[in-house]
C-alpha cells in the first residue's frame, strides 16, 4: 500500500489567501484524523471522521477552519482566510477499527508558512 | 481529562548508551498506551503499544511495560545508535475511542 498521501508537501501563501490540504487515507481505513503540530502547542487533533462522517470537530481552533471528507479516499482541510498563526505541520492519520487498540497511520505532512 | 506527560527535552546521548524517556499518564478507565516516533522530515509512526496492565510493547530495541500502579510507560533501549535520533511521542486512548491523547513530544539526538 502507498499509505497515507498527503498534498501538497509545502504551501506558502500570504496572509488572507485561501489554503487548501488533501488527504488520501489508506484503502480500507475508516477513521482520518487531522493533526496540527507546532513548536509551542506540540500535535494537535483538529477533527477526525468515521465512515465519511465528523465525529469531533472540538480540535478545530476557529471558523476560518474546515474539513470535509465527500468519499472514503479523500479531505480536504481548508483555512480561509489565511493567517500567519496558522503556520505549521498539518498531518493527516487513518486507522481502521474501533476497540481502542487500533494503529494510527500517519502521511509525510503538509507544511504550511503563512507570510 | 486525558493527559499524558513527557519528560522535558531535549535529550543527547553518544552512541551505545542507555535510555529511558518518561511517560506517565492520567486517565479515566483503562487505556491504551503507544510510543510514536517521527524521523526528520517524515509523519509519525507506531514504535510499540501496550493494551494492559504488564504488558510490555517491544520493538527496534525499544521495550516499555504498562505500569498501572505508577501510571506510566517509560520508553527504554539499552544502546541507542546514531538512527534513533528522533522526536518520540508518548499517547493513550480510553475505551473504544478512536481519539489519540498525546504528549509533547521529546527530541532524541544521538552522537557517533
Known amino acids: 500500500d502507498a499509505g497515507v498521501i498527503q498534498s501538497p508537501r509545502h504551501e506558502v501563501t500570504e496572509m488572507g489567501q485561501e489554503v487548501t490540504l488533501r488527504c488520501k487515507p489508506i484503502s480500507g481505513h475508516d477513521y482520518l484524523f487531522w493533526y496540527r503540530q507546532t513548536m509551542m502547542r506540540g500535535l494537535e487533533l483538529l477533527i477526525y471522521f468515521n465512515n465519511n462522517v465528523p465525529i469531533d470537530d472540538s480540535g478545530m481552533p476557529e471558523d476560518r477552519f474546515s474539513a470535509k471528507m465527500p468519499n472514503a479516499s479523500f479531505s480536504t482541510l481548508k483555512i480561509q482566510p489565511s493567517e500567519p498563526r496558522d503556520s505549521a505541520v498539518y498531518f493527516c492519520?487513518?486507522?481502521f477499527g474501533t476497540g481502542g487498540q487500533e494503529t494510527q497511520y500517519f502521511g509525510p505532512g503538509t507544511r504550511l508558512l503563512v507570510l | 481529562g486525558d493527559s499524558v506527560t513527557q519528560m522535558e527535552g531535549p535529550v543527547t546521548l553518544s552512541e551505545e548508551a542507555f535510555l529511558t524517556i518518561n511517560c506517565t499518564y492520567t486517565a479515566t478507565g483503562y487505556p491504551s498506551l503507544f510510543w510514536y516516533v517521527q524521523y526528520p522530515g517524515e509523519g509519525l509512526q507506531l514504535l510499540l503499544k501496550a493494551t494492559k496492565a504488564d504488558d510490555k510493547g517491544s520493538n527496534k530495541g525499544f521495550e516499555a511495560t504498562y505500569r498501572k500502579e505508577t501510571t506510566s510507560f517509560h520508553l527504554e533501549k539499552g544502546s541507542v545508535q546514531v538512527s534513533d535520533s528522533a522526536v518520540y511521542f508518548c499517547a493513550l486512548r480510553t475505551g473504544a475511542n478512536s481519539k489519540l491523547t498525546f504528549g509533547k513530544g521529546i527530541t532524541l539526538s544521538v552522537r557517533p
Open positions: 492519520a487513518s486507522s
